[in-house]
Structure formats: C-alpha cells, structure tokens
C-alpha cells in the first residue's frame, strides 16, 4: 500500500530560476514540449462514494509545444471533436495557463493537441482527466524548460491538490494522478492548504477485470448530485460503511466477495430515475451475480469481474439495448509524462 499526499509544503520541487515578480510573467522559451497520458477513472464503486476510485487503462493523450509569437491552436481527436471549444475555453488549456502563471511563466505562443479516448458526460471522469492533464502538462513544460527541478512524483503531489480543488473531491483525481485502486480523502477546512489532500494507493488482486458498458446518452454530474437526498437512514449508511470497508478486501485479495462488497444505499436508487437504461442493466447484471456498479455520477456501469465474467457481462448488456462494451485491466501508473524533462 503507497501513501500518497498532496501536500506541496515537502515534496514539490522548486524552480530553478524564479521569475521576477513584477507583475509580468516570463514566457517559457519557444520550442518547449511536453506530452502527457491520463487515464479513464471510475468513481464510488459502489459503496465508497466521494471517496474510492479506479483507474482504467483508457487513455487521453495531451502534447503542448510552446511556440514562437502568439497565439493558440487547439486540435482535438476522437471524443469532442468538433464539440469542445478550441480557443481559450478549452479546459485543459485554461488549467494549463492557470498553473504556468501559478509557477510565474506564460506560454504566449502555444500549440495543444488532444488526443481523447475517454467518453465525455458518461460517468468515466473526464472532466477530471482534462484537469489531471492541463495541470501535469504545465508542470512538464516547466520541467522541459529547465525551469523547476521536480520529480514525476513530486509533480504528482502538486497535480492531486490542485486537480481536488478544482474538482471539489479528489475520487476520480487520485486514481487519475496515482493509478490503480485509491482511496482519498481531504482534511481541514482550507482546500488551498498543502496537506488538504490525501490518498491511499491500493494494488488490485490480479484476477479482477473491469468492463465499463457506455451508453449513447449523457448525463451532467451536476444533475445526479442534485438527485442525493441531505440525510440519508442510519441502517443504510452502516451497511454502505461495512460494505465499503469490505470492497477492499475482496479488490485487494478475494475478488469472491465482491458481489457483496459492492452493495450500497447511498446513492444508485436515488440517482435512478435520472438513467432509467442504467439501472435496468444494473439490476440485470447483478442479477446474474456479477458485481456491477454505476460509475461515479453515471450513466455508464461498471463491472468487477474475472476472465470468464467478461463475456457474461457482454451478453447481459446485448440484452438490454445498445451499449459500447469496454474490457479494461486497471491502470496501474495513473498519470505519465513522456518527452524531455529535466
């Protein structure tokens, strides 16, 4: 088990040479590249709401290069392209700006191409993603340009604070940042404080495999939030606490527990009628004792399973309308930097 921390007061590197700070920025030197891969996550995974997650090994690639003169080019590939804004907009560029100025820098001329595989609405953490990503890539051009002497892991420190702030909980964050299976929590009451965010990195036992089944349609996490009763029966949220406490240790080290391990009564049944074709799937699915779960705010379920479980939950979802069916194993390294970096 891998504690992590978001704390930036101890592990987050320094910069080189600090800008001047007169009010104006530096602008990082033309020619700067960095390029970074961040995965898919699942959120809640039943019973650990606003605090489990899971990273899938479904990548979204971003490259930012720094440019001569100014300017911005956004391209976007496969998922939102031609619907998310390419201009200033863009959320990962807004991050990504937003951390440079942090650090004292400015990339005037910038070019910012996304490569998206993960599924936008569909309850698979891609805001979160493009969040991770706007952030990890400025910290790699920082790195690239000679500027800030930090490690992939102390950048992973300042990332899972930030990306928690932004985000409002850090369960698709840490999963994003750190890989694997996490549990993540904040404590006190300043999200701005270095050691607002914490997190456990969890190996997962080998035999499990996660399918996500997709459907076409979207749902607005700010819209299932708003489903969530403000109190909710002691009962349940005994049974939701010895459930989640179970879940760590059927994903750790007996996944035959797991049908169990996933039980919940906080959120999926309230959320229900927001995703009708969901919940339908669900109950089929479990139905048939395979542990199925909505992923974070849904509408996409999720399935922990094993090998032989894979083509069960397949034949499920053909049953219940059109779904796009994703065999995943858990990725295990979260964020990924790639190119030069000093």
Known sequence: MDLQSGSASSSVGGLVTPPARSGT??????????????PATSANLGPGFDAFGLALDLCDEVRAEVRDGAGLFVRVEGQGAGVVPTDERHLVVRVLREELAAAG???PGLDVLCRNVIPHGRGLGSSASAIVAGLAVARGLLRAAGVLAETDEQSRARVLLEASRREGHPDNAAPAVHGGFTIAWTTGDDPTHPDAVRSVRLTVHPDVRAVVCVPAEELATSRARALLPATVPHGDAALTAGRAGLLVHALTAD???LLDATEERLHQAQRAPAMP??????????SEGLAAVVSGAGPSVLTLTDAAGVERVRAVAAA???????ARPVHATGVEWSGPQS
């Open 25 to 38: 920025l530096a602008s990082l030197p033309t020619g700067t590249v960095a390029t970074v891969r961040v």
């Open 105 to 107: 820098f400015a990339a």
């Open 255 to 257: 996944p035959s527990l």
């Open 277 to 286: 074709r969901s919940a339908d799937l669900l109950r089929a699915l479990r």
């Open 320 to 326: 219940h309308g059109a779904w796009d069916v994703h």
